[in-house]
């Protein structure tokens, strides 16, 4: 049954969705419809869409939910956005809402051009550059992933998106939901890559209609969970014929679990016989992505707002000084005292096995060693 408040919430995401999506259509027609004008065009539609008619993620969902006749979807899965709901379509571009449920992005590129607004929540916003030192192949590159800048992002908080390296970026998000919107370019008729980055020193391609690799993947995914027997015989066998990108994917998948995990050196050394010199850069970028997962995993477990904020700090940030700057400014605690109260967080949930007298040799907190760690 429709009640009043919610003929009044879905009338308030019609009337963002149609004012903002004229505006934007004007103003871009007006720019003669270049990829290059559509960032900052699209940022100001959004921005002063929600001045005149503020949406919240939670009229988004009575939206839907109180069935509104929805535009096409072009993505009905959950990879990116938990769910995403596509409220204007075109054909040259969109407005999303994507909600996000504790998650976070890999650090990654864009294939289209656009801007993204929170509507609900926080978020981690941290900017990176990749600067190339080795190509393996056409989409497998190794250099250095290094975070140029981080932000706390708050309701209402407006960012641009560019294609291609010119934004390469990941965000964390510390809402239960966080919602983002998001206006964007729709698909290109020559499709531009969007690289997916692991710090410190990998690059890719994902190659996401690759269905072998895919596959492969997955497949490997299940043998790990069922606990197969000779599944180093496997990965020594698949590793022999595969592509550097699936070894690499592979290499994370053993990680990821604590039995497995005791085949990633043999994994690396026999990445390395193939590829020579990848051993190194993929053993980093697998430590790294097992710091921020479990930053990120530890969400579901920290409740105070300020020890969330370290945990998405820690799963964008390895950088100690760079890690600790982000925490000086954005958290009014002293952040000598916000790190101790943090890891004493932690410990009583027995989220982390971690020893009172040398919490920073652990893995997943060694980015907060500095000052504090003396």
Known sequence: M???????????????????????????????????????????????????????????????????????????????????????????????????????????????SGAFAVLDGQSVHTRFEFAETHRVDEHFMIGRVVATDAELLGVGAVREIHQGPALIHSVVHLGCPSVTLVARTCAHSVPIPEYAYFPPAVALDPSKDDLLRTRTVQLVRMLIRSGATALGRTVETLIARC?????????????????????????LGWSDARWPGVAGPFGDAVVAGLRHAGAVTMLHRITEPDYRVVLGAL??????????????????????????GFVRAVRETGALNIPAERPFDHMMLRPLAGEAAG
């Open 243 to 267: 592509d550097v990108h699936t070894a690499f994917l592979v290499a994370r998948e053993l990680s990821r679990n604590a039995a497995a995990s005791a085949l990633v050196p043999a994994a």
């Open 315 to 340: 799963a964008a940030l390895d950088e100690p000084s760079q890690l600790r700057g982000f925490l000086q400014k954005y958290v009014a605690a002293e952040t000598d005292s916000l790190i101790a």
């Open 2 to 112: 429709v009640t009043g408040s919610e003929t009044v919430t879905r009338g308030r995401v019609d009337d963002f969705v149609s004012c903002t999506a004229a505006e934007l259509r004007h103003r871009w027609r007006r720019s003669d419809n270049t990829p290059e004008s559509f960032p900052s065009i699209a940022a100001r539609a959004i921005s002063d869409g929600l001045a005149c008619e503020p949406v919240t993620g939670n009229d988004v969902l009575h939206w839907v939910l109180d069935g509104a006749e929805l535009p096409f979807q072009p993505r009905l899965d959950e990879t990116f956005g938990q769910p995403p709901v596509t409220l204007y379509h075109d054909g040259e571009f969109q407005l999303d809402a994507l909600f996000w449920v504790q998650s976070s992005t890999d650090v990654h590129a864009h294939g289209f």
